[in-house]
């Protein structure tokens, strides 16, 4: 989906997230932790909603939210996102957008 | 009236009463025989003969206890001595000596009854002795249960003697069942990894026993992640876990980041990038672990809104349960996630060391868990001595 490619090349690091999801909260917070100001879409605030659920779960995720673009390219949603920075792949990824 | 011929079955019947006697100082209780005691032999043996034929010919006392040293014959022989011929013949006194068949006949059919109820009462006797078995080794189970520090009620409240509540389904029986056989395997692989590395082993065996010891992890994984389904919060509070182990709990299990700082110094020779390797694991996971407290704290405030959310007081809160329940469902989520963060760690460790190293890590870990379990068994059992 166009709305949503274009959402996730906003900034370095963007989290599409509902206001309700937690895990997604702590996703955003593990970034943060890493010096990463990631930008946050609460999709439940978008009246495109469901369209925006639809488009991610096309792009692979098996859940809509939390789902994390590093470079406008999907990463993957929390699990991903923790396999990847106990590998120790996960901070040079995000090196080039660090505060 | 009493015959002089007569005498004879009656001194049966006294030695019969002291038998009794005898056997009621050990330990067996039937209540007919102590009331007898208090009875003339000619009451007694009618009660005797009431009870026979009431009974089927089967002796059965109205409250069962568990005999412990017991002897099925000697009571069997009273049962003969007390209904073979003796009311009978007091009865037909007169007919004796006018119909000597009648009596043999009669005598016959009391033999065959007598001989049914023995075996009647070898049988029944047999069962109780297997009821005591098994009931002893219940009571071992639980004994041995109660020392792994799983909940076993005290006995108090007799519906639930091995603490599973109402709220406990089938399906978490079943997973503290699977555990149990999840706890004694992994003492098997520690054993085994114990005496592999004490002696001389090659690499393609080792490496076999430590897939095997990660497959294990895995498995619990997925124990815990279907139990998660069924009650997350079981799996949150550590139930299925000792005392001990459940001080340390972090999400429904181990931190990962505490265990690598509790093994780090008992890796032997750790090359300096394997040591700055997990170093730099053992921080990821701090980070890791981290973000999924803060995560779960939010998830805290947010429920506890949920059920605040409206007017306290009312009574009437059927609106705050359905959000309530619905925030919950996250918590499954979580549960996962931590399962998650400790599966990766492990994969990681068995990448940043050799074949060699990761037996000896397993069998450490496993060790320190067996550690646990031991303190909280000896706790428990210092904590039952009266002071």
Excluded at chain 2, 107 to 129: G, I
Excluded at chain 2, 342 to 347: D, K, P, S, Y
Aim: hydrophobic letters at 35%; charged letters at 25%; glycine letters at 6%.
């Amino acid at each position: 989906m166009d709305k949503v490619m274009r959402l996730a090349s906003e900034k370095g690091v963007v989290i599409f997230s509902k206001s309700s999801c937690c895990l997604s909260y702590a996703v955003q917070v593990l970034f943060q932790d890493l010096g990463v100001n990631p930008k946050i879409h609460e999709i439940d605030k978008d009246p495109e909603c469901r369209e925006i659920e639809k488009a991610l779960m096309r792009l692979g995720c098996s859940k809509p939210v939390p789902a994390v673009f590093i470079g406008g390219k999907l990463v993957g949603s929390t699990n991903e996102v923790m396999s990847m920075h106990l590998s120790s792949s996960l901070v040079p990824l995000v090196k080039p957008y660090l505060c | 009236m009493i015959s002089a011929g007569k005498v004879h079955l009656f001194e049966d019947l006294l030695t019969q009463k002291t038998r009794r006697r005898n056997m009621n100082t050990t330990s067996t209780h039937f209540v007919p025989p102590r009331r007898f005691e208090i009875y003339e032999p000619l009451n007694q043996m009618s009660m005797w003969e009431e009870s026979f034929k009431n009974n089927g010919g089967m002796y059965t006392p109205s409250s069962i206890t568990i005999p412990t040293n017991e002897k099925p014959d000697s009571l069997s022989e009273d049962t003969s001595h007390g209904t073979e011929g003796t009311p009978h013949k007091f009865d037909q006194e007169a007919s004796t000596s006018r119909h000597p068949d009648k009596i043999q006949r009669r005598l016959a059919q009391n033999r065959e009854a007598a001989r049914k109820s023995r075996l009647r009462k070898k049988a029944y006797v047999q069962q109780l002795e297997t009821s005591r078995l098994k009931l002893i080794h219940l009571e071992q189970e639980l004994d041995r249960a109660r020392q792994q520090g799983f909940y076993v009620g005290n006995g108090v409240d007799s519906t639930n003697a091995l603490g599973f509540s109402d709220n406990m389904s089938s399906g978490i029986v079943a997973f503290e069942m699977e555990y149990g056989h999840w706890v004694e395997e992994q003492n098997r692989q520690i054993c085994e990894l114990r005496r592999v590395l004490h002696g001389q082993v090659n690499d393609i065996e080792l490496r076999s026993l430590v897939e095997n010891a990660m497959k294990h992890y895995f498995q619990l994984f997925r124990m815990k992640s279907t139990a998660a389904k069924i009650d997350v919060f079981y799996i949150m509070s550590g139930m299925w876990k000792t005392s001990a182990e459940r001080f340390f709990l972090w999400m429904g299990g181990f931190k990962p980041s505490d265990l690598l700082k509790v093994l780090l110094p008992h890796f032997d020779l750790l090359a300096n990038q394997q040591i700055l390797d997990v170093c730099n694991l053992r921080q990821s996971c701090q980070q890791a672990e981290d973000a999924l407290s803060q995560g779960m704290e939010k998830l805290q405030h947010t429920l506890a809104e949920s059920v605040a959310a409206g007017k306290l007081g009312e009574g009437s809160y059927i609106p705050q349960m359905t959000c309530a329940m619905e925030r919950l469902e996250a918590l499954v989520s979580f549960v996962n996630q931590a399962d998650h963060l400790r599966l990766e760690t492990l994969q990681q460790m068995h990448r940043i060391l050799t074949t060699r190293q990761a037996a000896r890590g397993l069998l450490s870990l496993g060790e320190y868990f067996q550690r646990l379990r031991a303190l909280s068994s000896s706790w428990a059992t210092r904590q039952r001595e009266p002071t």
